[in-house]
């Protein structure tokens, strides 16, 4: 935690210089338009005026934001499409140099990879005795519950500035999508999809994350609302009437019981499910569901395949196989399971590749393509070294013009006389754009 009181980290990040490099950061020509309907040419046009507005009024405690514009997103026929609040260019940037104060105030809230979760799962699933039993809570309607009066009483412990409270709680405040037709302000729930909307989530759990992190007797682990816990069987009924408690009590918020399919005691040697996950006493898998979201996406490019995007097509199954590294970071589905050790999981998914293509008639396409096998044992042994394994951070100018022109056919020849700065920012651009689409999957994995 900064030692910087609160008033100067909040006047630091909404300084002209930080809020013009969230600008460069943070937005683009291919950032969503909110309820105003502006894109990002309008709004760069005017970029010193909004910088203005943004600081002059965050720091002297007026700003206001547009009502959100709302987006539904379809994740399945079983559940109901989740709400996504997106926000106008302005107010994203706003929002963004919000969350990095609120970043710079709780760092231990700041909003983990699922991944680092699943790996600490996967050391308490190594622990675990014939005594032990694993307890799974999922949290009802999670976002839309969070309560706003203890979510600022939990922001004010560490924040002594009104106008930082304040920016805050309007955000949290503004209404989305038919509501703002009423000019009806939220007064439950924290809109999704915001760049606060986690560490927020993160700020109103801390206390009950300390709490059960401290306790000896327990391995628990949390991910927004899919809560899993190691204890001894003979506690695990207590255990989960506890937390459901405290949840609910401390927190307002109600979890699913037990025997829904959402939450259970599993004993010691039963399959457990936890973010896409499937742990069956030492065999680690991946969940079925998991395997069909993936399978998904990848019939849908061999779907699309036509004589017109044989390459692209075969670039982008192989990007979705092995994954890539792109800016430090890496991407993909393989990536994210790469603690599984069932290996037929991946074969199964290498022979259905396999099978389609033969299916639509393109069976000779399939030595082109990458297998999940040998790039999961590329990424779990040699991924350092590797060339299997797409790194976007190691490509030479040809290269990033070639793969520009290959994903941006259109655009074949615009760019070669382009200094290797405007290629690079136009190859990331694009291959960020990929990225998304894989982090799709992935996040499908356990949503």
């Not at 979760?117 to 307890?135: E, M």
């Not at 074969?347 to 096998?373: M, N």
């Amino acid at each position: 935690m900064s030692k910087l009181p609160s008033r100067a980290l909040f006047e630091r990040a909404f300084s002209r210089i930080n809020i013009e490099e969230v600008v460069s950061n943070h937005t683009s020509t291919h950032t969503a338009r909110g309820m105003d309907g502006a894109g990002y040419d309008v709004f760069i046009r005017d970029l010193e005026k909004h910088v203005a507005i943004i600081e002059q009024k965050a720091l002297n405690g007026s700003y206001k934001f547009t009502p959100y514009r709302e987006k539904l997103i379809l994740k399945g026929s079983d559940s109901l499409p989740r709400k996504v609040s997106i926000p106008t260019i302005r107010d994203r940037v706003a929002l963004r140099c919000l969350n990095n104060f609120l970043c710079q105030v709780f760092p231990e809230c700041r909003p983990p990879h699922a991944h680092p979760i699943v790996s600490k799962a996967v050391q308490a699933f190594g622990r675990a005795t014939p005594d032990d039993s694993f307890v799974k809570l999922d949290v009802k309607g999670f976002y839309d519950c969070i309560d706003h009066s203890i979510l600022l009483r939990q922001l004010k412990k560490r924040i002594r500035h009104e106008p930082a409270i304040r920016l805050v709680s309007d955000a949290i405040k503004t209404p989305t999508g038919s509501r703002s037709k009423d000019n009806k302000k939220n007064t439950i729930g924290v809109p999704q999809g915001l760049s606060i909307s986690n560490i927020l989530a993160s700020i109103y759990m801390l206390d009950v994350d300390v709490e059960y992190n401290s306790k000896l007797d327990v391995d628990y682990h949390r991910y927004v609302d899919d809560i899993l816990l190691r204890t001894a069987s003979a506690e695990a009924v207590h255990i989960e009437k506890q937390l459901s408690k405290k949840l609910k009590t401390a927190r307002k918020l109600l979890t699913h019981p037990l025997g829904s399919g959402k939450s259970a005691i599993h004993q010691f040697g039963e399959n457990v499910s936890y973010l896409g996950y499937s742990f069956n006493g030492s065999v680690i898998s991946v969940r079925e569901a998991s395997i069909k979201k993936m399978m998904t996406s990848l019939m849908r490019i061999i779907a699309g395949i036509n004589d017109g995007n044989v390459e692209k097509s075969i670039w982008r199954l192989n990007l979705r196989i092995s994954g890539c590294r792109i800016q430090g970071g890496n991407v993909g589905w393989l990536f994210y399971f790469s603690q599984i050790n069932d290996h037929k999981v991946l074969f199964r998914l290498d022979k259905q590749i396999e099978a389609r293509l033969s299916a639509v008639g393109r069976g000779e396409l399939y030595s082109r393509c990458k297998r999940f096998i040998k790039a999961h044992r590329e990424i779990r042994t040699d991924f350092k070294n590797t060339s299997y394994v797409f790194d976007f951070d190691t490509f030479s100018r040809d290269q990033m013009l070639s793969a520009i022109y290959l994903i941006r056919p259109e655009s074949k020849g615009r760019f070669d006389k382009k200094n290797d700065t405007e290629i690079r920012k136009v190859f990331f651009r694009t291959m960020y754009r990929e990225a998304r689409e894989m982090e799709k999957d992935t996040l499908g994995s356990f949503s």
